[in-house]
């Protein structure tokens, strides 16, 4: 129990550290929130489907929570690298307990900037339905960053160079990203990109959010609920397969 | 405290560690000397749980590395080749952690921090970040934190590479210290010849994965009828360069890889 707490503590800290990176971190967001929401506001607004930054806003914190996370388990490289993974699998500690310590840890991250966009996002302007979705909305935040956060440990548990790091973010991070309709509604998409956007994680978490924050779903907060939650399960054990299996 | 018997690593078709056996009993300083890509890594990392032998048997503390990892790691502390602190964090936040990821309770974690950061000079920068630290100052608090679970045996891989000849000079001093006053096992690799006849009561020249002479300084030079430490490794080992030693698994089996063509 400690060992998982220390780990935890290990990433907050490092994230408080990195002030700079916080801040440089929240550029891309805003770029999405601001220049598509109120740049194709107008366009969206004339196909009657309301305000796109009510509508962005959303996607816009999941896309958040995802960078961050994946990034956090993929950090493992840069421990690997530096060399400070050896000291961790050296320790009398059940590997298990320090992958879910960092995979915590990063989650944690995670949410912490994800909050720091949805604050950004209520200065822009967003306004969710009602006080009450904040819970639910920190729920499916937090869903979505146990499940990249995982998966970034999975990949991380094999990654030995930086080459291999942009491979991810480009062909993996990057289509999650868009094929989850963060930034366009689900109905009436054509069918191959309906079917892609189905088994996108992301789409789910993006769809939760919605649901709790601005009460527009497509699938249902109870399905998004279930589906993360399963794919967070199934995501936690190959990561912690995955980092069990480390070889240094 | 480390017994080893008929121990063999292998990649693929490459033998790492070829059938070596030692014993080193309670409170010795053992060097492990030898040229690059002889097996010295390989060997610790077997020895500290990170690699599984191909074959052989390991004991240390009467425990067995390859079924009880957990038990072992208590028993030992270990400074790797490489760096291997977070740099992000304080001396202090690199103690910590260790501390609690070996279990010690936390009146003594503190205690113990204080009185090592103190012995290797270091309690005055303590709150300042690693990455801030010179070369020799990490190699000191990487010795330092390797005693800070009061292990019974200490690893050290290579510990004064690239430091100045004061560092190293101290380092020791503080080790062979530690090594008196806590009665710990000290088993060490070093390519300063001087520095394992100073220090070390034994020692093993191991050459292509074999351990070809053991004993004390004297021992060996009278062996080989040369003046110094460094002159009898010469001529144990012949003066042939090795190819870049494998500091990782990957390495070894990319050189395995090789040698099979």
Redesign the interface.
């Known amino acids: 129990m400690h060992a998982i707490y220390i780990l935890w503590l290990r990433e907050l800290k490092k994230y408080t550290r990195s002030r700079a990176q916080i801040v440089a971190s929240l550029g891309q967001p805003l770029l999405y929130l601001l220049v598509l929401g109120f740049g194709l506001g107008p366009v969206f607004q004339k196909a009657g489907n309301g305000s796109y930054l009510q509508f962005v806003a959303p996607g816009v914190i999941g896309m958040t929570v995802l960078f961050t996370s994946v990034f956090s388990g993929i950090a493992l490289l840069f421990d690997r690298q530096f060399g400070f993974l050896k000291e961790t699998l050296v320790a009398p500690v059940p590997r298990l307990q320090i992958m879910i310590g960092r995979t915590l840890g990063g989650a944690t991250v995670a949410m912490l900037q994800g909050t720091l966009i949805m604050i950004v996002c209520l200065i822009a302007g967003f306004r969710p339905v009602s006080l009450a979705a904040a819970p639910l909305g920190i729920l499916f935040m937090a869903l979505i960053a146990i499940v990249f956060a995982a998966l970034g440990t999975a990949i991380g548990s094999g990654l030995q160079d930086m080459q291999g790091f942009q491979l991810i973010m480009n062909f993996l991070v990057l289509p999650i990203f868009f094929l989850s309709g963060a930034l366009f509604p689900l109905n009436n998409v054509p069918k191959p990109l309906a079917i892609v956007t189905r088994i996108d994680p992301l789409t789910y978490g993006v769809d939760g959010l919605r649901a709790s924050l601005i009460d527009l779903t497509h699938f249902g907060m109870k399905t998004d609920f279930v589906v993360l939650g399963a794919i967070a399960v199934g995501l936690l054990l190959l990561g912690a397969w995955r980092f069990s299996k480390i070889e240094i | 405290m480390i017994r080893v018997q008929n121990l063999t690593k292998k990649f693929a078709e490459f033998t790492a560690v070829n059938d070596i056996s030692f014993e080193v009993p309670k409170g010795e300083i053992f060097a492990f000397l030898g040229p690059n890509g002889a097996g010295k890594t390989t060997t610790i990392k077997m020895l500290?749980?990170?690699?599984p032998p191909t074959s052989g048997s390991l004991e240390l503390n009467g425990l067995d590395p390859a079924r009880q990892q957990?038990?072992v790691?208590?028993q030992f502390g270990?400074v790797?080749q490489?760096?291997?602190?977070?740099?992000?964090?304080t001396a202090e936040?690199n103690m910590?952690?260790?501390g609690?990821?070996?279990?010690v309770p936390r009146k003594v974690r503190h205690e113990r921090a204080e009185m090592l950061l103190n012995l290797f000079e270091l309690w005055d920068r303590r709150l300042t970040?690693v990455k801030k630290f010179s070369g020799g100052m990490k190699r000191r608090l990487e010795i330092a934190r390797g005693f800070l679970h009061t292990p019974k045996i200490l690893f050290l891989d290579e510990p004064t590479l690239g430091l100045d000849p004061q560092s190293r000079n101290q380092l020791w001093n503080h080790v062979k210290r530690l090594n008196e006053t806590e009665q710990v096992t000290v088993f060490l690799t070093t390519h300063y010849m001087e520095e394992a006849d100073r220090v070390a009561q034994r020692i093993a020249v191991i050459d292509h994965g074999r351990i070809v002479a053991m004993g004390t300084s004297q021992e060996l030079k009278e062996r080989t009828g040369k003046d110094s430490l460094e002159e009898a490794f010469l001529a144990l080992t012949g003066t042939s360069i090795r190819d870049e030693s494998a500091n990782?698994?990957?390495q070894l089996r990319q050189m395995a890889r090789m040698w099979r063509r």
């Open positions: 500290t749980t990170l690699l957990n038990e790691r208590q270990i790797f490489d760096p291997s602190l977070d740099q992000d964090l936040e910590e952690l260790h609690v990821l070996y279990h970040l990782s698994a990957d």
